[in-house]
C-alpha cells in the first residue's frame, strides 16, 4: 500500500510524505503506481517551474519527502489539487493508497 501523510499547520500543506508500493499489479502495469508517480511528479516539477527554493525533496527507494519551504496561492493550490487527485485514487483502490493528514502540535 501506498502511504501519504499530509502535514498541516493552521491548515496550510508544510510537509508530504509518500512511502510503499501499491502492489496493484506487477512492476510497468501497475496503474495505480503509475498514477501516483505522475501525479506527484507534475506537481514538484510545475513548482520547481516558478521556484526551485519553494520545495526541498528527499528521494529513496519507495519514499519521498516533500517539505514546502515557502507557500504563496499558486503553490498551495498546486499542492492542494495533487491531493485531491491523490484522494480520488484513494476512494477507488483503497486497498493500494491511503491518505492521512496530520496537523502539527497535535498527537
Known amino acids: 500500500m501506498i502511504k501519504v501523510k499530509v502535514v498541516k499547520k493552521n491548515d496550510v500543506i508544510k510537509e ?6 501499491s502492489l496493484y499489479d506487477d512492476m510497468g502495469k501497475d496503474i ?5 508517480s505522475g501525479t506527484v511528479i507534475s506537481m514538484i516539477n510545475g513548482i520547481n517551474s516558478i521556484d526551485i527554493n519553494y520545495l526541498d525533496i528527499d528521494k529513496k527507494k519507495d519514499f519521498i519527502r516533500i ?4 507557500n504563496d496561492r499558486i503553490v498551495d ?12 485514487m484513494a476512494i477507488n483502490y483503497p486497498s ?5 493528514d496530520k496537523e502539527e502540535g497535535t498527537c
Open 16 to 21: 508530504i510524505i509518500l512511502r510503499g508500493h
Open 32 to 36: 495505480v503506481c503509475a498514477f501516483v
Open 67 to 70: 517539505i514546502v519551504l515557502k
Open 77 to 88: 493550490t498546486l499542492l492542494i489539487n495533487m491531493i485531491n487527485c491523490l484522494e480520488e
Open 96 to 100: 493500494n493508497i491511503k491518505i492521512y
